[in-house]
């Protein structure tokens, strides 16, 4: 999820050759919300908590991740029809000076 929200690699503490020596990089993860804003917060969190470093502290099943999918998706659509309105309101109305009502 990460990368298909961000388009960046997870960064992990997997070795990587350098001058023909291993170095290991530290884990920075951004927020995908901070990458991308886009993102709404609870779908950002959802995502940080699934790549955790330690399997443990990552949700356990999809029992626990499908609830917390449903709650962004709900504020995605409330920010989507928000959204939506104000670029409606923002738009004037167009006035047919034509005086053909026949079309």
């Given at each position: 999820?990460?990368?298909?929200?961000?388009?960046?690699?997870?960064?992990?503490?997997i070795?990587?050759?350098?001058?023909?020596?291993?170095?290991?990089?530290?884990?920075?993860?951004?927020?995908?919300?901070?990458?991308?804003?886009?993102?709404?917060?609870?779908?950002?969190?959802?995502?940080?908590?699934?790549?955790?470093?330690?399997?443990?502290?990552?949700?356990?099943?999809?029992?626990?991740?499908?609830?917390r999918?449903?709650?962004?998706?709900?504020?995605?659509?409330?920010?989507?029809?928000?959204?939506?309105?104000?670029?409606?309101?923002?738009?004037?109305?167009?006035?047919?000076?034509?005086?053909?009502?026949?079309?």
């Amino acid at each position: 999820m990460y990368w298909c929200v961000t388009d960046h690699h997870i960064p992990t503490l997997i070795p990587k050759k350098k001058d023909n020596q291993a170095t290991a990089t530290p884990r920075e993860l951004k927020p995908p919300h901070e990458i991308n804003p886009n993102i709404p917060m609870p779908l950002s969190r959802l995502i940080l908590d699934c790549v955790q470093k330690y399997p443990s502290h990552r949700p356990t099943d999809f029992s626990t991740v499908i609830p917390r999918l449903e709650l962004a998706m709900s504020v995605t659509s409330a920010e989507v029809k928000t959204r939506t309105k104000e670029i409606a309101n923002a738009i004037p109305e167009s006035k047919d000076t034509s005086g053909d009502e026949s079309l």
